[in-house]
Every structure is written in structure tokens, then in C-alpha cells.
């Protein structure tokens, strides 16, 4: 990960300033309190948050100049640049942005999978690190510079081993070999031993009050054995009790598996082989044969003239034909009729309304809409004259002026000159342009009303002229087909005597002129029944009833193979068929709670008569029992009281107590002794675990830098237990706390550095290098420049510092204070 530029709002000295930054080595130069620091602590508070309270850092960095406290940061990862922004201190807003611009509905969730698999502690302990970490190097004993320096392949060690020491002080502090006062449980394992030592002079009643203990613990448990027979017997009682109250399903079982008389009269078989299938076939075929009626009937025909429709029907053929074909469009002009008449309702309703907002603003009549494009400002209208006015003035102007230039002949110029400026002058003004309003009274506008409510109205206007004239259409529309329904229905008159009044709909009419015409329709086929269809009839009829003997066969076909004589003793056969289905499923229900298993327990026990006596000698054993834990409980109570009588001494009673008492303190302060002395051993041997499992490959890359820092002098570094060990050219071994503090200082960057490139193949953030080197002379600066630049090849680093004397080419360098000078 690379952070190519920062903005920052408001954060400490800085304000609206941005910084682009190098992706490899970038120098950051600047004098004390130039800010490189407050840039440092920037880049981590928008990368993990800033801080929230005062009492977590001596400097919030609150903006000088009252700005947005905050700014962003632009990430390059994985070829791909994200924004990070985060605004607001206190109540801080985090923006992640992704490469397309869209920004990420889950901003902490983004930028953690950035990150990962660090955090703010582990980037501080990893890839940021200042002067101040040096120095506490200087100021460490022997022991303690080896454990730093050892604990480096372990994140937040520094801490660990802080609370390690404090675990170890706490369990040193409540015990120790040596006996002393000040320290808790060695006083009060006195105090234990010195009650102990009173106690055992007390003979006299001890032996008395703990053969009275041992009667007691032996009632005790007696008690608790007869109880615990108790409680088994009221167990069985409940199980037995469960399975007698299943003695009505155990009967009905029974009585179900032995059958029921309604089946005896079919077999098994017979019941089987009628199938839903075969009761659905024989339902279907009796219904078939129930519904052909062979009947013959009579024969209703008539002649034409039996019936008075068929009269008026001979007499009006051509009308009532016409009629008949016109049915139709008889329907058809009607709905249409129905139709325009709602359309012409809605309209009806739009028009009032509409009439009554422009009656409002312009009174009756309504105005028409203005023709489209029309401009209806007042318009300015220049006549020739004042044209010719301006002409004649500017001429007698000129004329005057010439008058003054010629020196020969002046006065007939300033005659001329004067004419023309008084004649054009009176000829313009009185023919002057005049604004001249376009007359819209021909459209039904008064002359004051007001042009902005006449442009404002032309679209409701227009709306109204509109429905104007589609009302008068859909008027006149109604009317014709008003017309062409009265036409036809007039060819309906012969029928006038079985229709409705004119009073009803049109609807009404025309449905009775269809029930009319169709009966018409219906005695002229039954009045034109020849000999040859009566002889159809007859066929017909034979048909039917040869269909309905070959439904009769099959139906007592399937008769025949379920063994019953007629359809009602079918009908007895799907009743007992249908009983022992219901006999099936109550025996079902009956079996999911009378389980297998609770069926074979009854007839283990020997039935429910027997299940019966044994809840009645399981009662009358718990009787029994009930009574035994009287005499126990009346055996305990005398106990008691002869130990309440041996305990009769208080002061006896009480050492006694405050011995228990004590015994129990002793225990609670060594299991806090021994928790705290285990949790600081567990500590130590998981750092030295973490350690040794990856210092192999942080050991080589250290081992490089701390030879070339200290030119060659020490080789390697060697891990031994709880201890670090260095080796010079010549072979000799020296402890890391024999180093001076200059290598000690060395051996930790060589460390530190090795360590985070370690972990930087997780994911390299940049590395944050805050003036660490001040006190390193000038041959080793030289040498840390070096590697850092080399660090530089594959990471980026950041590195402030307040010296210029340094080996890093100018395009590195940003010079913080000529940025402010700028």
C-alpha cells in the first residue's frame, strides 16, 4: 500500500494543505515545530482514527484557525487508488472511496479489509517508530534490554510483558519464603497456626464433639440414601401411573385388532378389491344410466297458426327478417349510444368546472383562446414622418455648424440650418413613437383585463374551446345514433303488443325483442318437423338405449368381480369399506401414543391390572420410607443437639470458626498467588514460544543490518533462552545488555526493520520513521541512509527528521519549511 497524496482540512498548524507523496523513499525535512510530527500523527488518525479523548494524548492537534477538524488520504493498492476521508473529531465521519468513485456503504468494514490483517496497535508496533523508543533503550537494565529485544516477532510484547511484571510483583507481594508481616498470606498462615495450636489444647471436648460429627455425617448419609430411594419410588409411581392412564387406548386397541360386526357380512377380499378407482367407475356408471330417460314424450308441434307470434310472423316476414339480421348492429348502436351518453357526462362535469374558474376571471362570456405564437405586448410604432423629422433636424444641425466653419456666406447656412432644426424637431416630437396595444376584443377580451392573466389562462382556455367543441361533436353524434336505433326498432312495431312500454331502457327493449324473435325462431323449426326427423327421433331413442344396456353390462361386470348382487348392496360394501378405513385410522392415531415400546412395557408388567398393584405396593413401600425418614430426621435432631451441648464453650466455637474461616482466606489468597504467578509464566513462555517460532526469519535480515551498521564488527545474533547474544568477527559472544547504548540502539533498529519486512508481505503499509537516528554519529547515519533508501526499493518510507545533512537526493525531499514560505 502507498499513500500518494494527503489533504488536510483542519488538523494542528495545518489547514486546506496538500501534500503529494513519493511511492518510494520520501524525506519530510522541517526545524522543531515545523509540523512533522503533526503530519506523522495525521496519517495514522485518518488511516485508525483520531483520537477521542484528552486524556489519551497530551496533543488532540485541534486546528489553529478554528477549521473542520480532519482532512484524506489517497491510497494506491494493488494498482487500484482508494480515498480515505475522515472528518469530525468527537463524532469523526469516515468516507471510503472506491477506485470508480462510488462510496462504500460500509466505510469500517472497507477500510479494515485495507488494512488487514493489521490494526492501529500492531501498524504503531510494526511499521511506525520514533526517537523516543530509542531512548527508552538507553534507560533499560540487562535483563530488560534482552526481553525487548527478544520479544520483537511478537505484536504488542511491550505490553505483555508490562503485565507479566505486574502479575509477578502482585504474587510477590501476597506471599514469599521468607516470613514477614507485611506480606498477606504468611500473616495469616501465622494467625492458622497459632489457632491450631489453642484448639488441640482443648482436648477435653474434641474427642466427644467429633464422635458426635461422625454420628451425624453417618445419619446424614443414611438420610440421603433413604431419599434418594424415595425419590427413585416416586419415579416409578409417575412411569406406572402414565401407563395405567392408557388402559381405555390399550381396551380400545384391542377390541379395534379383534374387528367390528358391520364387516362380517363382507370378506376381507371383497373390501380390498374395491378400490377408489372401482368406486369412482361404478358412481360414473350409475349416473350414466340415470341420466338417459327413454321417455317418448310428446309431440308438441303446431301449426303456424296455433301460435300468434308465428301469425305475425307471416304477415311482417320482411320486417321481422330485417330485424332479426339487424340485431347486431342493434347491440352494437346501442352500447355506443351508452357510451358517447357517459362521455358525454364526464365532459359535462370538465366543462362546468372549467367554465366556472374562467367565469371567475374573466366573467360571461368566455373569451377564446389566442391563436398560437401571438404576441400580445404592446408593440412601439415609428411613423416615416418622425423619421424624416430626426432627418431634417440632424440636417439643421449640421447646417448651423457648417454656418460657423464658412467665413464667406454664413447666414444663408444658419437659415437653412435653423428652419430645418425647428421644422424636424417639431415634425419628431409630435410624431413620436408611441406604444400602440393589440386589440383582443375580438376574441372576447376586455379592454382592461390584465395580460398576465390572459397568457396564464391560454392553456386552460384552450382546454375549454376544446371540450367545447368535442361536447357539440359527442352532441351531435348521440343524436344520429339516437336516430339510427329509433329506425330499426321501428321495424319491431308488429311485435309492439309483447314489448315494453317506451318508458324502458333501450337495453330492456332490444333484450325482449331478442327472446321474441328466438321464440319465433323456435315454432318455425318445431312447425317444420317432417316425418324424416320424427324417424331420427326414433333411431335415436334406440341408440340410447343400447348405450344404456352396455352401461348396464359393465356395470355388472363389476359387480361380478366384487361378489355383491345389485348396486344397494354395493352402496353396503363401500359403507363397510369406508368403516374399516376409519377403523384403520383410529387405530393410527391410537398407536402414536400407545408406542410400541410403551405396549410391550404393559404387557411385560403383566397388563394393566397388574401395572395397577404394583403402583399400589410401590405407595405402601413409599409409606414405609416416609416413616424411616422421620426416625432418621428425630436421630439427627438429638445429634444435634448433643453437638449444640459439646459446642456449648462459645470461645471453643468460635476458634473452631475462625479457623475455618481462616483456612478458607488462606485458599482464596493462594489460588489469587498462584493465578497470577501461572498467568505471568504463561505470558513469558508464549513470548519466548512466538520468538523462537519466527525469529528464523527475521534472524538473517537482522544479522545484515546490524553488521553493516556497526561496519562489520558484530557477525551475528544468536537466540538462547531468555537471552540474546551477539558475536564479533573474532568469534566472541556478548550479552545484548553488554552492548554499549549506541549498538544496543543499533541491534533494536536492525531488529525492528527486520521484523517489519517480515510482516510487510501481509500487506506493506508504508513505513513511518519519525527523526530515529539523531543520536547516531555521523558514519552511522550515513550508513542508516543507506537502508533506508534500500528499505525504500520495495516499500514506501516516510521519514521525518530535522537534520539536512543527509544522503538522499533533493527530488526526496520535502522541505516543510520553504512550503510555508511559499
Known sequence: MIIRKLHIVGFGKFSDFDLDLRNDLQVVYGENESGKSTLRQFISGVLFGFTQNKRQASNLYEPHNGAQYGGSLLLEKDQRLWEISRLGRTQSRLSVKAPNGVESPNPEDQLKQL????????????????????????????????????????????????????????????????????????????????????????????????????????????????ESQQKKLQIQIGQFTKLADLSDLYAEKNELAAGSSDLEAFSDAQITALTDSTAAQVEKLEGQ?????????????????????????????????????????????????????????????????????????????????????????????????????????????????????????????????????????????????????????????GTQTDLALITASQRELQEYDEKVQNFNQLVKQKQGQLYKIDSLLKLAMPLKQYLPDSAQSHDTLVGQIQVLLNEIRDEKRSAAL????????????????????????????IFDSLKVTDYSEFQKLLAARSSAQQRQDHLQNIEQVLTTDKEAMINQLGGIDQIILKIQAAKAQLTNLDAKIQDVNGQLLTVQSQLMSLSGDRDYQDKLQQRAD?????????????????????????????????????????????????????????????????????GDHFYAYELSKGSSEQLYVALRLAFAESLAVKN????????????????????????????????????????????????NIIDLGALANA
Open 764 to 811: 506493506p503499509l508504508p513505513f513511518l520513521i519519525d527523526d530515529s537516528f539523531v543520536n547516531f554519529d555521523a558514519s552511522r547515519k550515513d550508513v542508516m541512509d543507506r537502508i533506508l533508501n534500500h528499505l525504500a526499493e520495495k516499500y514506501q518510507v516516510i521519514y521525518f527528521t530535522a537534520n539536512h545533512d543527509q544522503n538522499f537526493m533533493e527530488t
Open 115 to 226: 488494512l488487514a490483517p493489521f490494526t492501529e496497535d500492531s501498524f504503531q508496533d510494526i511499521f511506525s517508530f520514533d526517537q523516543e523508543q530509542l531512548n527508552e533503550i538507553r534507560n533499560l537494565s540487562g535483563k530488560d534490554l534482552s526481553n525487548r529485544l527478544l520479544s520483537f516477532s511478537a505484536v504488542n510484547a511491550d505490553r505483555w510483558q508490562e503485565l507479566s511484571a505486574a502479575l509477578d510483583k502482585s504474587a510477590s507481594d501476597r506471599f514469599g519464603v521468607t516470613k514477614t508481616a507485611k506480606r498477606p498470606i504468611n500473616r495469616l498462615i501465622k494467625d492458622f497456626e497459632d489457632l491450631d495450636t489453642q484448639i488441640d489444647a482443648m482436648t477435653g471436648q474434641l474427642s466427644q464433639y467429633r464422635q458426635a460429627e461422625e454420628n451425624k455425617d453417618r445419619l446424614v448419609h443414611q438420610l440421603e440414601e433413604v
Open 530 to 557: 317432417s316425418a324424416e326427423q320424427k324417424r331420427l327421433v326414433e333411431d335415436n331413442r334406440q341408440q340410447q338405449q343400447n348405450h344404456l344396456n352396455d352401461l348396464k353390462n359393465q356395470q355388472r361386470q
Open 289 to 445: 344410466i340415470n341420466g338417459i330417460d327413454l321417455d317418448e314424450g310428446s309431440d308438441h308441434s303446431t301449426e303456424i297458426s296455433e301460435n300468434p307470434l308465428l301469425t305475425i310472423y307471416k304477415n311482417n316476414q320482411r320486417d321481422l327478417d330485417l330485424l332479426d339480421q339487424s340485431i347486431p348492429n342493434l347491440i352494437a348502436g346501442n352500447n355506443l349510444f351508452d357510451q358517447t351518453k357517459n362521455e358525454l357526462k364526464v365532459l359535462s362535469s370538465r366543462l362546468d368546472q372549467l367554465h366556472a374558474d374562467l367565469k371567475v376571471k374573466f366573467n360571461d362570456p368566455i373569451p377564446k383562446p389566442l391563436p398560437q405564437g401571438l404576441n400580445i405586448q404592446p408593440k412601439t410604432k415609428i411613423s416615416a414622418f418622425f423619421i424624416i423629422g430626426i432627418i431634417l433636424a440632424v440636417a439643421g444641425v449640421l447646417g448651423i455648424v457648417y454656418g460657423f466653419l464658412s467665413l464667406e456666406f454664413p447666414l444663408p447656412f444658419f437659415i437653412c440650418g435653423a428652419g430645418g432644426l425647428i421644422i424636424g424637431g417639431l415634425l419628431a416630437f409630435f410624431e413620436r413613437p408611441k406604444k400602440e396595444s393589440i386589440d383582443l376584443s375580438g376574441y372576447g377580451y
Open 662 to 730: 481462616l483456612e478458607t482466606e488462606i485458599n482464596n489468597e493462594l489460588e489469587g498467588y498462584f493465578t497470577n504467578r501461572l498467568a505471568a509464566s504463561w505470558i513469558n513462555e508464549s513470548l519466548y514460544e512466538i520468538s523462537h517460532e519466527r525469529m528464523p526469519e527475521i534472524k538473517k535480515q537482522a544479522e545484515a543490518y546490524f553488521s553493516e551498521l556497526t561496519d562489520g564488527k558484530y557477525r551475528e545474533i544468536i537466540f538462547q533462552d531468555h537471552a540474546l547474544l551477539v558475536t564479533n568477527g573474532q
